[in-house]
Structure formats: structure tokens, C-alpha cells
């Protein structure tokens, strides 16, 4: 049988292991991040009704300028924006690697703080940019200065925070995000992908984007809509950087039926996001059983917790996985990541690690 070192690969991904989080067929999964909470009937029925039209004309190309959606993603959006401001694609992960597709590339470099969403890496390797990983501060914060200071030292031609960030759940300040984007006449991407779950006081990177016609936005509509398996992905950014992302996308990259189903759930974003705080209560909720069964769970603004103290984190994930619940082992040493579920979901959880008996103390 040919192996992958048997083709003519790129040199650059040899190696290389492409993104693996787990898939099983298990009764709690609590391991991706996902939106637990199902789609409500009566916006599911509206979804189905706005598929079924589509479906009628899918003889033809659809709207390739994806019009209508960018018009109700803007609207959802506020802050000023327009449908000028707005791009999207199959997720956001698509959205990432256009940009770039479009500002990176073979010669250009990455900057990253890790840890930090895996597929930032991921999707460097495949556009032939090189990443460079900057460090953190305690608590997986990043001050201004050390912004600065990763961004002077490197020179990168894109800088992305992930704010809140995944796997650690920490937001990056606007402070820090402004003095990064001075700091270079380079890309910064804020990938706000759990925007939603953060607390509703807590400031946007969307507001920063006025005058700043090299800053990006991402968002998805995965994690707080429950639309993970339609894969609709977007930005906010200046009109000029969409008219960047048309040189590199596919014709017609967005189907019909994709338009279709997001517009729809768009047009019900009040019921699609009256779950979210159910989400952010569990989240907190496992905050604090979490740190009364003896582990460290850090604060987080999204909807999953990273907790500390584990001894043994693979053993912890196997046994929770013969009870058919399965986690995020992220590669943190000492440390899982646990998605916030519904509320048996959780409680399920909970009592599954707490029969695993009291964590050794944290190191």
C-alpha cells in the first residue's frame, strides 16, 4: 500500500499530522466545542422552509458576492458595519485561510501565542507561511508590551490572537490589540470565534476596526448559533481587505443552501442565542465544582473550561471515555479542557470525574 512519504509531497508538510480531535460515537461529547443545545424546532422549521426554496434553483451558480448573507450578518453584527465590511465562507477556519492565502504565504511569517487554537498552525503549514510562536504572560494573558515586544523582535507579516482564546478561555484587551496593530504595518487578525460566550459587558475587537484598515475580525456562527455542522464562517474588516480575499477564494465557494440556512437562522439570532446563557451557566457552573472536587479551573469568557491538576491526563481521559464521556486532552501538561454542556450533560460529567477520586495536587 503507497504511504504518504511514498507521494511527492511539498517538503514543507512532511511530517506534518493534520488536525485530529477524536471522533467517537459516545453518549456525552464534550470535547470540540460545540453549541450542545440543538437548533429550536420552530427556527429549524424556518431553516428547512428557506432550503427547500433554494433547492429549486440549485440548477444555477449561487449568488457568488453571497449579497444577502453579508447584509444579515452586518445587521447582526451592528457597530456601524455594512455588508461592504463583511466576507464569509465554510467556517472560519475557511476564513482564516484565505486570509492567508491572501497576506501569507511562502517568505511571510505567522506570529502566534500559544497555546492557542491548533488550527492557526495547521492552516500556516498548508499556505506555506511560516509561524513563529511568541510567549504568553502568567495566566495565559497577553499584556501590550509583550505584544510589542514579540512583534518588534520578529517582524511578523500577520499577527492572530484568539480572544477568548482557545484552549485557555482568556480574552485579549483592546489595549493589547491596538498596540500590536501600531506596532506593525502588518495583518492582525482577532479570531473572535466565541465572542457570544464572553461577559456581556466585555469590549469587541469590533470596535477598533474604524480607521484601522489592516485589522480583521473573524467570527463563526458554529459555537453560539448551533450551526457547527453548516460551516458558515465571516469577518469584519475594511471593504479593501474582501476585495484581497477574491483574488484567493473559489468561484461560487458558498452554496446556495449554505446562503440559504444562515440567512434563515439570522433572521431568528435572538432565539438561536437565548441558549447562550444557559451555556455560560454551566461554564461557570463548572468553574466552581471543578475547583471544589480539588482541580484548578481557570477563568474563562468562553464556553468551555481548562482545568488544571491532573496527574495523569490521558489516564483521566481514557476512563472518562469508558464511561462514554469524552473530553479534550489538548497536550497542556496537568491539564483537560471540557466543553460546557447541557445541564445533565454537565452534571454527568462532573460525577463521572468525581468517582475517578480527588486529583494529586497541582504542580
Known amino acids: 500500500m503507497t504511504s504518504l512519504s511514498d507521494l511527492p509531497i511539498r517538503d514543507d508538510l512532511r511530517g506534518l499530522t493534520p488536525y485530529g480531535a477524536p471522533q467517537e460515537h459516545v453518549r456525552i461529547a464534550l470535547n470540540v466545542n460545540e453549541n450542545t443545545h440543538p437548533v429550536p424546532e420552530a427556527v429549524a422549521r424556518d431553516i428547512v422552509i428557506a432550503l427547500a426554496e433554494a433547492v429549486l434553483t440549485v440548477n444555477r451558480y449561487p449568488d457568488r458576492e453571497f449579497t444577502e448573507l453579508r447584509e444579515s450578518l452586518a445587521g447582526y453584527l451592528g457597530h456601524g458595519l455594512t455588508a461592504e465590511n463583511v466576507w464569509a465562507a465554510n467556517g472560519s477556519n475557511e476564513v482564516l485561510q484565505q486570509i492567508l492565502q491572501a497576506f501569507g504565504g511562502p517568505g511571510r511569517t505567522l506570529l502566534l501565542f500559544p497555546p492557542t487554537y491548533s488550527m492557526h498552525s495547521i492552516i500556516a503549514a498548508g499556505t506555506g507561511t511560516q509561524w513563529i510562536a511568541a510567549e504568553r504572560d502568567d495566566g495565559f494573558e497577553i499584556l501590550p508590551e509583550t505584544a510589542v515586544r514579540a512583534i518588534r523582535e520578529h517582524r511578523p507579516d500577520i499577527v492572530f490572537f484568539c480572544s477568548p482564546n482557545n484552549p485557555t478561555g482568556t480574552s485579549v484587551s483592546l489595549e493589547t490589540i491596538a498596540a500590536a496593530y501600531d506596532a506593525t504595518d502588518g495583518i492582525v487578525v482577532v479570531d473572535e470565534a466565541y465572542a457570544e460566550f464572553a461577559p456581556a459587558d466585555s469590549a469587541t475587537a469590533l470596535t477598533l476596526l474604524d480607521g484601522r484598515e489592516r485589522l480583521i475580525v473573524s467570527r463563526t456562527m458554529s459555537k453560539a448559533f448551533a450551526f457547527a455542522g453548516a460551516r458558515v464562517g465571516y469577518l469584519a474588516a475594511d471593504p479593501a481587505v474582501a476585495d484581497a480575499l477574491r483574488l484567493v477564494r473559489l468561484p461560487y465557494h458558498l452554496s446556495a443552501l449554505t446562503q440559504a440556512a444562515a440567512i434563515a437562522a439570522l433572521a431568528h439570532s435572538g ?69 460546557a454542556g447541557t445541564e445533565a450533560e454537565t452534571t454527568a460529567f462532573l460525577d463521572a470525574l468525581a468517582g475517578l477520586g480527588r486529583p494529586q495536587p497541582a504542580r
Open 271 to 339: 432565539e438561536m442565542l437565548a441558549m447562550v446563557d444557559d451555556i455560560k451557566g454551566q461554564r461557570d457552573r463548572l468553574v466552581v465544582e471543578l475547583t471544589t472536587l480539588g482541580y484548578h479551573a481557570w477563568p474563562s469568557a468562553a464556553n468551555f473550561v481548562l482545568f488544571g491538576g491532573v496527574d495523569d491526563p490521558h489516564a483521566v481521559f481514557e476512563s472518562l471515555l469508558a464511561q462514554s464521556i469524552i473530553i479534550r486532552d489538548i497536550g497542556i501538561a496537568g491539564h483537560l479542557r471540557v466543553t
